[in-house]
């Protein structure tokens, strides 16, 4: 049988980061255990790549505090690019109850210490981009580095540092099974089983499924998300932000020679559907058209468009940290769509929290398991 001191379960970016955070951390016997034949299977090679600190709770805030420069400084770190481009998230409110709510986020934005970020009137936005309809738009708020990243190549860059410093990926290896023994784990894999003290469910929307072997019933629900990208289109600036339409939830950015349109639809219900539904199409162009006239006439190809999970808990945040039923079994779990901006924030606090039992980029304690038995969740109202 073999040994490690952590075995983490799931090879997407989350699993990626921590082990490569452990191993910087001095922990060498890291060992990553995937159930496909290549990494990105997952939610990471289905996301959009946004990366933000434009949130509404203190923690969310400090998480992106930790990641964005991380990501802005990614190659520097670690020797592999991850593509981040500051190019912003610009939200755009069309009335004042929104301008409300980005001005106090604003002000705890800044508070925290957060830079880059201001607060735009409508005219700013209409002069920034005279292609949006802009006669409803009353103001917003931008932050310049925000931005985008490239979530593969982050996650390769994540697993190939941890690797080459000493961590061992597993692939087409799948845990079908997780045994007590004294004080150490067993885990049974397709491939052979494996002792280690410290367990990790990194299994992104099949979290559910991990914490079930040890007895755990964890509330995260797949959830299906759809991206549309456009053919190439030269009608909108190609140094656009994300762009926000808080009055439908649409969003957009540019992507290669096009632009990837998002938009979440609230009759959309939990389940494994990984489908790209065709009818969703006219439902994204009716608001995109709505927002950006000229993308009335933009080509799409709908077998380019696709449908991945976001990992969905309760109160929209993740749950991290160590078991109290279960000793040794750590959670990083639940990103609720923000998973990939949130992976080296993560990376940091699981490495903190395994090895030293503490961590101090933020107060652990808001984000455990027992904060739902306990009725502490916290609500997240910038969720895209
Ligand atoms: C359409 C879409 C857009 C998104 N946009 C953004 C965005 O703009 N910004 C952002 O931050 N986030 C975004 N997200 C969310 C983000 O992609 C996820 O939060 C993130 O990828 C989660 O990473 P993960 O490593 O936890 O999960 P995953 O990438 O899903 O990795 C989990 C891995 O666990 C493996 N696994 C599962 N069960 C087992 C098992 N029994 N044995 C072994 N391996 C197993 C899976 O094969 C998988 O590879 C988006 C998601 C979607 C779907």
Same mark, same amino acid.
């Given at each position: 049988?073999?040994?490690?001191?952590?075995?983490?379960? $799931?090879?997407? +970016?989350?699993?990626?980061?921590?082990?490569?955070?452990?191993?910087?951390?001095?922990?060498?016997?890291?060992?990553?255990?995937?159930?496909?034949? !290549?990494?990105?299977?997952?939610?990471?090679?289905?996301?959009?790549?946004?990366?933000?600190? @434009? =949130?509404?709770?203190?923690?969310?805030? @400090?998480?992106?505090?930790?990641?964005?420069?991380?990501?802005?400084?990614?190659?520097?770190?670690?020797?592999? *690019?991850?593509?981040?481009?500051?190019?912003?998230?610009?939200?755009?409110?069309?009335?004042?109850?929104?301008?409300?709510?980005?001005?106090?986020?604003?002000?705890?934005?800044?508070?925290?210490?957060?830079?880059?970020?201001?607060?735009?009137?409508?005219?700013?936005?209409?002069?920034?981009?005279? @292609?949006?309809? $802009?006669?409803?738009?009353?103001?917003?708020?931008?932050?310049?580095?925000?931005?985008?990243?490239?979530?593969?190549?982050?996650?390769?860059?994540?697993?190939?540092?941890?690797?080459?410093?000493?961590?061992?990926?597993?692939?087409?290896?799948?845990?079908?099974?997780?045994?007590?023994?004294?004080?150490?784990?067993?885990?049974?894999?397709?491939?052979?089983?494996?002792?280690? *003290?410290?367990?990790?469910?990194?299994?992104?929307?099949?979290?559910?499924? +991990?914490?079930?072997?040890? $007895?755990?019933?964890?509330?995260?629900?797949?959830?299906?998300?759809?991206?549309?990208?456009?053919?190439?289109?030269?009608?909108?600036?190609?140094?656009?932000?994300?762009?926000?339409?808080?009055?439908?939830?649409?969003?957009?950015?540019?992507?290669?020679?096009?632009?990837?349109?998002?938009?979440?639809?609230?009759?959309?219900?939990?389940?494994?559907?990984?489908? =790209?539904?065709?009818?969703?199409?006219?439902?994204?162009?009716?608001?995109? !058209?709505?927002?950006?006239?000229?993308?009335?006439?933009? #080509?799409?190809?709908?077998?380019?468009?696709?449908?991945?999970?976001?990992?969905?808990?309760?109160?929209?945040?993740? +749950?991290?940290? @160590?078991?109290?039923?279960?000793?040794?079994?750590?959670?990083?779990?639940?990103?609720?769509?923000?998973?990939?901006?949130?992976? *080296? #924030?993560? $990376?940091? +606090?699981?490495?903190?929290?395994?090895?030293?039992?503490?961590?101090?980029?933020?107060?652990?304690?808001?984000?455990?398991?027992?904060?739902?038995?306990?009725?502490?969740?916290?609500?997240?109202?910038?969720?895209?």
């Amino acid at each position: 049988m073999q040994t490690a001191d952590v075995v983490l379960i $799931g090879g997407g +970016i989350v699993g990626s980061s921590i082990a490569c955070h452990l191993v910087a951390a001095g922990c060498k016997n890291v060992l990553v255990i995937e159930r496909e034949t !290549a990494q990105g299977k997952g939610s990471t090679g289905k996301s959009m790549g946004g990366v933000r600190a @434009q =949130f509404s709770t203190p923690v969310n805030i @400090q998480m992106s505090l930790y990641s964005i420069p991380f990501y802005a400084s990614f190659e520097e770190r670690l020797g592999y *690019p991850c593509d981040y481009r500051p190019q912003g998230y610009l939200f755009c409110a069309t009335n004042e109850h929104h301008l409300a709510y980005l001005r106090t986020n604003y002000e705890k934005q800044v508070a925290l210490g957060l830079k880059d970020v201001r607060l735009v009137t409508g005219d700013e936005i209409r002069t920034m981009f005279p @292609q949006l309809r $802009g006669d409803d738009i009353v103001g917003g708020s931008f932050c310049s580095t925000d931005g985008f990243v490239d979530p593969y190549s982050a996650m390769i860059g994540f697993m190939t540092w941890a690797s080459d410093h000493g961590a061992t990926l597993w692939k087409n290896t799948s845990v079908t099974g997780i045994t007590r023994r004294d004080r150490k784990f067993e885990v049974a894999t397709s491939r052979e089983n494996v002792l280690a *003290p410290v367990v990790v469910n990194c299994a992104g929307a099949w979290a559910a499924s +991990i914490a079930k072997m040890v $007895g755990i019933d964890l509330p995260v629900e797949p959830l299906r998300r759809m991206l549309v990208p456009t053919e190439p289109f030269d009608g909108f600036p190609r140094s656009a932000p994300m762009i926000i339409d808080m009055s439908t939830g649409f969003h957009f950015r540019p992507e290669g020679r096009g632009f990837l349109l998002a938009w979440n639809d609230p009759e959309e219900t939990p389940g494994y559907k990984m489908d =790209f539904d065709a009818g969703f199409i006219e439902k994204i162009l009716t608001r995109a !058209a709505d927002r950006v006239p000229v993308f009335e006439n933009v #080509a799409i190809n709908p077998k380019r468009a696709w449908a991945g999970l976001y990992e969905m808990t309760p109160d929209h945040h993740p +749950i991290l940290g @160590q078991s109290s039923d279960v000793p040794g079994f750590f959670f990083a779990n639940g990103f609720s769509g923000h998973g990939v901006m949130h992976s *080296p #924030a993560t $990376g940091k +606090i699981l490495s903190d929290l395994i090895l030293t039992g503490t961590t101090n980029l933020i107060d652990a304690s808001l984000l455990n398991f027992s904060r739902f038995a306990e009725g502490r969740t916290i609500h997240e109202t910038a969720v895209l």
